[in-house]
Every structure is written in structure tokens, then in C-alpha cells.
Nanobody
């Protein structure tokens, strides 16, 4: 059974940093195209960062230059390093597949950026 567990969120001031983790079980992250998504209150879930099985990555314009996605294959864990955080980054962050068929969604991790 696939399980994705996000962690690392918290409350930070604008300009601060956080590193999110996504620990996976039941799948091998390195052979999946995976992404970090976020959902702010009253808004649709959006894709902010992608990492492909080959190792390449892509970012939404809103986070480009501030967020970095990475993967530790030995730990089967994916990360999202976030710097220069803005209040508009406040959301629940999730990891999941980029494919049409997503894995069961985890609980996510709350990121709150105060101004």
C-alpha cells in the first residue's frame, strides 16, 4: 500500500526558510515522476515543483528561484527547500505523483508565512 507522509511545515516570518520532507512507502520515488503541490484556503490545489525520474526538475513561476526540489534515493524521500518565503506561500503542502492517476493523498504539512 502506498503511503506518502509530508512533514517539516511550520510558522515562519516572511523571508524565512523551511525544508519539507515527503517520506514514501510502497513506491520507489526515483522511478516516479513526482511533485510538490499546495492548497491555500479557498483555492484549488496547485503544482509548485516537479521532479522527474531522470532527475530533472521544473517549477511554477511563482516559486522559481526560491524553491528547490530534491530527492534522496537511499531514504526514498523527497524534499522541498523553500527560501525567501512570502505570505502568499501559506498553504498545506502535499507530495504526489505527476501522473493522471495520483497515489492516495497524505495529510500534508501546513506552511504559514507571517508578514
Amino acid at each position: 500500500q502506498v503511503q506518502l507522509v509530508e512533514s517539516g511545515g511550520g510558522l515562519v516570518q516572511a523571508g524565512g526558510s523551511l525544508r519539507l520532507s515527503c517520506a514514501a512507502s510502497g513506491i520507489i520515488l526515483s522511478i516516479n515522476d513526482m511533485g510538490w503541490y499546495r492548497q491555500a484556503p479557498g483555492k484549488q490545489r496547485e503544482l509548485v515543483a516537479s521532479m522527474y525520474s531522470g532527475g530533472s526538475s521544473n517549477y511554477a513561476d511563482s516559486v522559481k528561484g526560491r524553491f528547490t526540489i530534491s530527492r534522496d534515493n537511499a531514504k526514498n524521500t523527497m524534499y522541498l527547500q523553500m527560501i525567501s518565503l512570502k505570505p502568499e506561500d501559506t498553504a498545506v503542502y502535499y507530495c504526489n505523483s505527476l501522473g493522471i492517476m495520483s497515489y492516495p493523498w497524505g495529510r500534508g504539512t501546513q506552511v504559514t508565512v507571517s508578514s
